[in-house]
């Protein structure tokens, strides 16, 4: 899914300026990503529930004595640190003894580390209060940002005093703005009927992707994809067509046999270069891609490469190993995109015999074993590179293609930080 | 002869031409498949048997026609569509090696090579290849090996939202119950949990007339929608130990979600509600489905948190040999892992074997579990690789039998009866039965088993 807008703190709002800054910054990312659909998550820590809540539940804690929060709130500040330190992550202080992170993507090592540390700070005084479910609760935005205000803005009078400030109101928070609506079947008839007749020609795009040899970059090849976001804003302004996953899915089949249509025209490929394509399984094995196919100029035979999703690949593995074996009979090479740190040790990659595997970058990466990156014979792809960290590791564990603002042809700019 | 103009379409098949036009090669008398030139390679017919190949999707007879088209079009011959199977009468310089070669690399899957397709020189091959001709189905279907794929409408759409809105929660919840096997113990089978779930397969039923309901992209939005109706549900009858809870069953009960519902706000009303359960001894495990974890797996983390901070336990649905020669689940940290059963596991693949290991040693034993059980070939299987908790059809048979051997009330109940009643989770079906406390057990035992490991943590 393309990520298009990045959330960051403009607080237009003049509601906003009377909020902690921390508070503020988190309302204004519950803001962003309802209005762009921009996914984060985020775990807020009640750290003022454990004065007075006896707890309930599970492993709950006898009541906690007074002032216990005073001597943990620094420790569970640093407990927070590894989301902190994420892909675009952010320490929160909303006040009231209260802390949230955010992040970007996928952190699984950091989130349990984090959520280790915090039972490690809670468990280690027997007279604490409540459990951790009740202290910490994890949300993704944009679905849960108005619950995450109501619990990070609930008033203290609901929990108990405040011994610093007993009667201290917290400031309002204006609710986020209403989400657009997802996609729902009907509207999903309605935009494939549009999406069929639509010109989507001005929404082709092209990205490269370099291979790096010689502290050079050199071209590769060009990625050939249509800019969804764009095309979703025109044709449906008043949907999300991003919130409802599955929905989503059907409707890139659509935009599969929209951009075949587009490259069987003559003048698409004409003098095109090597080039990859985005498809589903299903895609490969369409009237259309055998029409593709047939049109493909001489030229470009064996220098096309087909990037197919690891869960369209997992969804019908008999269909993927068909659409594989087909694909390589007319000389196509095919790529695995968009794995992450959780998918890396979760996918025997050498079995699934690719000849390229995309890795989106993330700071999570930096975590992984360098030795998940050699099996099997698949070259690797890091996309996502926008800047020199990003090169710099990929560069460090002997990653040959990249794609990313960072990436263009020519000498490798100087790399600063650690490796 | 013609070459095809669509090299998705195979021409309209004229048996009877291609019969006759080979009886008259046989007899040397009659033209040649091409127009005659000085050079041209001899004719041969190429027989593909698509219709020997089980499971034989659309998409597989589409690329045959397209890979066969291309021959046609190389080798100046014509394209046949003889049912599922296809003949080529074509003049290929090498004899129609490569083709078939291609045809072999492409089909290894589903068919052998000397299975996929057979290659008969003319006219010296001409009576085997009358002989395959005429045997071969009669009947054509112009264009059938290519039609395109059905494309649901927006009033289809309609319709689904239609017949699911009509359908009550009962119907389309129904509940299952895994067992311990046990050899050796005074009770061999105990009953390990309760899952509740869509039924998937009579809401397939019910919307099996409706084209999009055959998208399986449609049917996982659709469940992810029904989910907040089972959790509904769900927060009724946990705390009052209904028909949907293990309260009265085997106290361990299973929910099947998807990832979007177990991080819905549904799933954290059912945390809160089933906390003073949980805190009595309920165990609840959450199911999710493995597929979905490759499309998000952030979501599969934060739902694997979410869930280990209600206390309840991880279990991963739906894995089957393929994927678990493929990957390493335990990589997920899940606390069970349920998978499916077929008849290609009675002969594993090594990476099958090898994945078994590692989980057992990752996990911890009894960890995995099989499901989809529907003869007791899979229980020898699982108990050989460590394997002690079973689910599946097979096993509500065995345990609708017991129930009817040790209830009291079961004068005239039929076995189907039992079987349905212990299924369903609407009052409906579950009225016809006297003894609802043996129903709800799950299994004629004095007490229930606790499930392995980490389960009851």
């Given at each position: 899914m393309p990520d298009t807008h990045q959330p960051g703190l403009h607080p237009a709002d003049p509601h906003l300026f009377a909020l902690p800054p921390g508070l503020a910054a988190l309302t204004t990312l519950v803001?962003?990503?309802?209005?762009?659909?921009?996914a984060r998550q985020v775990l807020l820590l009640r750290t003022d529930l454990l004065d007075t809540h006896p707890g309930s539940g599970p492993g709950a804690r006898p009541a906690a004595r007074p002032g216990a929060r005073s001597g943990h709130l620094a420790r569970l500040r640093d407990a927070l640190e590894p989301l902190a330190a994420a892909e675009r992550g952010r320490l929160h202080e909303l006040g009231h003894d209260r802390l949230a992170v955010s992040w970007r993507g996928d952190a699984p090592d950091r989130l349990r580390r984090t959520l280790e540390a915090i039972e490690a700070v809670l468990g280690g005084n027997p007279l604490d209060g409540p459990a951790l479910p009740e202290l910490a609760r994890l949300f993704a935005l944009p679905r849960d940002g108005a619950a995450l205000l109501a619990l990070a803005t609930d008033p203290p009078g609901r929990i108990g005093s405040d011994p610093a400030a007993p009667d201290a109101p917290l400031p309002y928070v204006p609710p986020p703005p209403r989400p657009r609506p997802p996609l729902d079947p009907a509207s999903l008839g309605l935009m494939e009927t549009r999406l069929a007749a639509a010109n989507v020609a001005r929404f082709a795009r092209r990205r490269i992707v370099c291979r790096l040899g010689n502290d050079r970059f050199t071209p590769a090849?060009?990625?050939?994809y249509l800019n969804v976001a764009e095309l979703m804003s025109?044709?449906?302004?008043?949907?999300?067509?991003?919130?409802d996953p599955w929905l989503f899915?059907?409707?890139?089949?659509?935009?599969?046999?929209?951009?075949?249509?587009?490259?069987?025209t003559k003048a698409e490929l004409h003098e095109a270069g090597p080039f990859s394509l985005d498809l589903n399984v299903g895609g490969v094995l369409s009237p259309e891609f055998i029409r593709f196919d047939a049109t493909l100029p001489a030229a470009l035979r064996g220098q096309a490469v087909l990037a197919l999703h690891p869960a369209d690949i997992m969804a019908d593995l008999p269909t993927f190993t068909f659409a594989r074996a087909y694909a390589r009979a007319r000389g196509y090479r095919i790529l695995m995109r968009a794995l992450g740190p959780t998918l890396i040790p979760l996918l025997d990659l050498a079995a699934?015999?690719?000849?390229?595997?995309?890795?989106?970058?993330?700071?999570?990466?930096?975590?992984?074993?360098?030795?998940?990156?050699?099996?099997?014979?698949?070259?690797?792809?890091l996309s996502r590179a926008d800047g020199p960290d990003a090169v710099h590791w990929g560069r460090s564990v002997g990653i040959g293609l990249f794609q990313g603002d960072a990436v263009r042809p020519g000498p490798l700019p100087p790399l600063h930080g650690p490796p | 002869m013609a070459r095809p103009t669509d090299p998705t379409q195979p021409a309209p098949s004229a048996p009877r031409h291609l019969l006759e036009t080979i009886e008259r090669l046989a007899r040397a008398d009659g033209p040649r498949p091409s127009a005659p030139s000085a050079g041209l390679p001899p004719p041969t017919l190429l027989g593909l048997h698509l219709s020997r190949a089980p499971g034989l999707h659309a998409h597989h007879r589409r690329i045959a026609a397209a890979l066969l088209g291309e021959a046609a079009e190389r080798g100046?011959?014509?394209?046949h569509a003889l049912g599922a199977d296809m003949a080529l009468l074509f003049s290929p310089a090498d004899g129609g090696a490569a083709v078939v070669a291609t045809l072999a690399r492409v089909f290894a899957t589903l068919l052998p090579p000397e299975t996929l397709c057979s290659l008969w020189p003319l006219p010296a091959a001409a009576d085997p290849a009358l002989v395959w001709l005429r045997c071969a189905h009669a009947t054509t279907e112009p264009g059938s090996a290519t039609a395109p794929d059905a494309q649901a409408s927006a009033a289809h759409y309609a319709a689904l939202d239609g017949a699911l809105q009509s359908m009550s929660t009962g119907e389309i919840v129904h509940r299952q119950t895994a067992v311990l096997l046990r050899p050796g113990h005074a009770d061999p089978l105990v009953p390990a949990f309760r899952e509740v779930a869509i039924a998937t397969t009579a809401l397939e039923a019910r919307l099996a007339s409706l084209p999009a309901a055959s998208d399986p992209f449609l049917f996982s939005h659709l469940a992810t929608r029904l989910?907040?109706?089972?959790?509904?549900?769900?927060?009724?009858?946990?705390?009052?130990?209904?028909?949907?809870?293990?309260?009265?069953?085997?106290?361990a009960l299973h929910v099947n979600l998807t990832l979007p519902g177990a991080l819905s706000e549904g799933f954290a009303r059912l945390a809160t509600a089933a906390a003073p359960a949980l805190a009595a001894g309920l165990r609840i495990g959450i199911e999710l489905p493995f597929a979905e974890i490759f499309a998000d797996p952030t979501a599969y983390v934060l739902a694997r948190e979410r869930i280990r901070l209600a206390g309840m336990a991880v279990v991963l649905d739906g894995l089957t040999a393929d994927t678990l020669a493929l990957t390493a689940p335990e990589t997920l940290e899940p606390d069970l892992v349920k998978l499916s059963w077929s008849a290609s596991l009675l002969t594993p693949a090594p990476p099958v074997l090898q994945a078994i290991a590692r989980l057992n040693g990752a996990l911890g034993h009894g960890r995995l579990m099989l499901h989809r059980i529907d003869d007791e070939s899979a229980i020898g299987w699982g108990m050989r690789h460590g394997i002690v908790m079973f689910q599946g059809r097979y096993i509500d048979t065995v345990l609708a039998a017991a129930r009817l051997g040790a209830c009291p009330q079961a004068k005239g109940c039929t076995l189907r009866a039992c079987l349905d009643r212990a299924a369903a989770t609407d009052f409906g079906p579950r009225g016809g039965c006297r003894n609802l406390a043996l129903l709800d057990l799950g299994a004629p035992l004095t007490r229930p088993a606790t499930p392995p490991a980490r389960l009851a943590a």
């Open positions: 803001r962003d990503c309802s209005v762009s659909g921009v090849w060009e990625t050939r025109e044709l449906a302004p008043d949907r999300n067509a991003f919130a899915r059907r409707l890139t089949r659509m935009f599969d046999r929209r951009m075949l249509a587009l490259l069987t699934l015999e690719l000849d390229f595997v995309e890795l989106r970058w993330t700071p999570a990466l930096t975590a992984l074993d360098p030795g998940a990156l050699r099996a099997g014979t698949a070259r690797w792809l | 100046g011959g014509q394209l989910d907040q109706r089972m959790l509904a549900a769900l927060l009724q009858d946990v705390p009052a130990a209904g028909p949907l809870s293990a309260g009265t069953g085997p106290g």
